[in-house]
Protein backbone atom coordinates (compact mmCIF):
# COMPACT_ATOMS: atom_id res chain seq x y z
CA UNK A 1 0.00 0.00 0.00
CA UNK A 2 1.50 3.23 -0.74
CA UNK A 3 -0.28 6.55 0.70
CA UNK A 4 1.62 9.51 0.17
CA UNK A 5 -1.04 11.84 1.99
CA UNK A 6 -1.03 9.70 4.68
CA UNK A 7 2.86 10.09 4.95
CA UNK A 8 2.45 13.84 4.73
CA UNK A 9 0.06 13.57 7.42
CA UNK A 10 2.14 11.58 9.64
CA UNK A 11 5.05 13.97 9.18
CA UNK A 12 2.75 16.96 9.86
CA UNK A 13 1.96 15.59 13.29
CA UNK A 14 5.15 15.41 14.03
CA UNK A 15 6.00 18.76 13.28
CA UNK A 16 9.24 17.10 10.88
CA UNK A 17 10.66 20.44 8.92
CA UNK A 18 10.58 19.06 5.18
CA UNK A 19 10.06 20.00 1.78
CA UNK A 20 8.76 17.29 -0.73
CA UNK A 21 11.03 16.77 -3.24
CA UNK A 22 11.61 14.44 -6.60
CA UNK A 23 8.22 12.81 -8.81
CA UNK A 24 5.91 13.91 -6.31
CA UNK A 25 7.01 17.59 -6.24
CA UNK A 26 6.80 17.05 -10.20
CA UNK A 27 3.13 15.68 -9.86
CA UNK A 28 1.92 18.77 -7.35
CA UNK A 29 3.15 21.40 -10.01
CA UNK A 30 1.19 19.04 -12.44
CA UNK A 31 3.08 16.42 -13.80
CA UNK A 32 1.78 13.06 -14.80
CA UNK A 33 4.32 11.17 -14.13
CA UNK A 34 3.85 8.11 -11.55
CA UNK A 35 6.09 7.70 -8.94
CA UNK A 36 6.28 4.94 -6.17
CA UNK A 37 7.36 6.89 -3.44
CA UNK A 38 7.66 10.24 -1.08
CA UNK A 39 10.95 12.27 -1.61
CA UNK A 40 11.48 14.41 0.81
CA UNK A 41 14.80 16.50 2.32
CA UNK A 42 14.39 17.60 5.91
CA UNK A 43 15.91 19.92 8.50
CA UNK A 44 19.22 18.37 9.86
CA UNK A 45 18.98 20.03 13.87
CA UNK A 46 18.17 18.42 16.96
CA UNK A 47 14.61 19.01 17.32
CA UNK A 48 14.12 17.98 13.84
CA UNK A 49 15.81 14.75 13.88
CA UNK A 50 13.60 14.25 17.09
CA UNK A 51 10.32 15.09 15.62
CA UNK A 52 11.50 12.96 12.30
CA UNK A 53 12.57 9.83 14.16
CA UNK A 54 8.99 10.16 16.32
CA UNK A 55 6.96 10.44 13.23
CA UNK A 56 9.39 7.38 11.68
CA UNK A 57 8.64 5.19 14.76
CA UNK A 58 4.62 6.21 13.93
CA UNK A 59 5.31 4.63 10.55
CA UNK A 60 6.95 1.74 11.60
CA UNK A 61 10.19 2.21 9.20
CA UNK A 62 12.15 -0.31 8.56
CA UNK A 63 15.27 0.21 5.84
CA UNK A 64 14.49 -0.48 2.59
CA UNK A 65 16.09 -3.45 1.17
CA UNK A 66 18.10 -4.42 4.32
CA UNK A 67 16.96 -7.66 5.85
CA UNK A 68 14.27 -7.81 8.44
CA UNK A 69 16.68 -8.12 11.18
CA UNK A 70 19.19 -6.00 10.60
CA UNK A 71 19.89 -3.67 13.77
CA UNK A 72 18.48 -0.24 13.19
CA UNK A 73 18.04 1.82 15.69
CA UNK A 74 15.33 4.82 14.86
CA UNK A 75 16.23 7.70 16.75
CA UNK A 76 17.60 11.24 16.34
CA UNK A 77 21.04 10.36 16.90
CA UNK A 78 21.09 7.52 14.20
CA UNK A 79 19.77 10.00 11.48
CA UNK A 80 22.28 13.09 12.55
CA UNK A 81 25.17 10.24 12.24
CA UNK A 82 23.60 9.70 8.37
CA UNK A 83 21.96 11.68 5.47
CA UNK A 84 20.00 9.61 3.24
CA UNK A 85 17.66 7.01 4.57
CA UNK A 86 15.62 5.03 2.52
CA UNK A 87 12.23 3.60 4.37
CA UNK A 88 9.60 1.31 3.82
CA UNK A 89 6.89 2.27 6.17
CA UNK A 90 2.81 1.14 7.15
CA UNK A 91 2.11 3.64 4.36
CA UNK A 92 4.67 3.14 1.84
CA UNK A 93 8.38 4.22 0.59
CA UNK A 94 9.19 7.24 2.36
CA UNK A 95 13.40 8.67 0.84
CA UNK A 96 14.58 11.33 3.56
CA UNK A 97 17.22 12.95 1.89
CA UNK A 98 19.09 15.35 4.11
CA UNK A 99 21.26 17.30 1.69
CA UNK A 100 20.21 16.03 -1.94
CA UNK A 101 22.88 15.81 -4.35
CA UNK A 102 23.15 19.66 -5.87
CA UNK A 103 21.69 21.38 -3.06
CA UNK A 104 22.69 22.98 0.12
CA UNK A 105 20.00 20.93 1.96
CA UNK A 106 16.66 22.27 3.88
CA UNK A 107 17.57 25.40 4.21
CA UNK A 108 18.42 26.23 0.77
CA UNK A 109 15.30 24.09 -1.11
CA UNK A 110 13.03 26.05 1.33
CA UNK A 111 13.53 29.18 0.57
CA UNK A 112 12.05 28.89 -2.77
CA UNK A 113 9.62 26.60 -2.05
CA UNK A 114 5.73 27.03 -1.78
CA UNK A 115 3.45 25.72 0.20
CA UNK A 116 0.41 23.57 -1.45
CA UNK A 117 -3.04 22.33 0.63
CA UNK A 118 -2.80 18.50 -0.36
CA UNK A 119 -6.09 17.53 0.67
CA UNK A 120 -5.85 19.41 4.03
CA UNK A 121 -2.60 19.55 4.74
CA UNK A 122 -0.15 22.59 4.48
CA UNK A 123 2.90 20.57 1.75
CA UNK A 124 6.68 22.80 1.69
CA UNK A 125 6.96 21.70 -2.12
CA UNK A 126 10.18 22.27 -3.71
CA UNK A 127 10.03 25.05 -6.68
CA UNK A 128 9.65 23.69 -10.20
CA UNK A 129 13.77 25.20 -10.76
CA UNK A 130 14.80 22.86 -7.64
CA UNK A 131 12.80 19.98 -8.22
CA UNK A 132 14.41 20.65 -11.79
CA UNK A 133 17.94 21.12 -10.54
CA UNK A 134 18.09 18.02 -8.54
CA UNK A 135 17.10 15.80 -11.35
CA UNK A 136 19.42 17.22 -13.87
CA UNK A 137 21.81 16.40 -11.14
CA UNK A 138 20.80 12.69 -10.31
CA UNK A 139 21.25 12.27 -13.85
CA UNK A 140 19.47 9.22 -13.62
CA UNK A 141 17.45 8.09 -17.03
CA UNK A 142 14.09 8.30 -15.23
CA UNK A 143 15.15 12.00 -14.31
CA UNK A 144 15.89 12.62 -17.49
CA UNK A 145 12.66 11.88 -19.19
CA UNK A 146 10.78 13.76 -15.97
CA UNK A 147 12.70 16.90 -16.72
CA UNK A 148 11.39 17.15 -20.33
CA UNK A 149 7.83 16.94 -18.76
CA UNK A 150 8.99 19.64 -16.39
CA UNK A 151 10.46 21.77 -18.67
CA UNK A 152 7.26 22.12 -20.74
CA UNK A 153 5.34 22.73 -17.98
CA UNK A 154 8.03 25.61 -17.10
CA UNK A 155 7.37 26.93 -20.33
CA UNK A 156 3.76 26.75 -19.42
CA UNK A 157 3.90 28.65 -16.51
CA UNK A 158 6.42 30.96 -17.82
CA UNK A 159 3.20 31.82 -20.18
CA UNK A 160 0.80 32.38 -18.12
CA UNK A 161 2.84 34.36 -15.88
CA UNK A 162 2.73 31.78 -13.01
CA UNK A 163 5.23 31.74 -10.39
Given at each position: ?83 H ?13 G ?47 E ?17
Amino acid sequence: MFDPIGLLEVLDRHRVRYVVIGGFAGRFWGSNSITNDLDICYARDKKNFEALASALRELAARLRGAPPDFPFLLDAKTLEAGDHFTFETSLGPLDCLGTPLASGGYRDLIQGSTTMNVEGVEVPVASLEDVMRLKRAAGRPKDRAELEILAALQEVRARRGDR
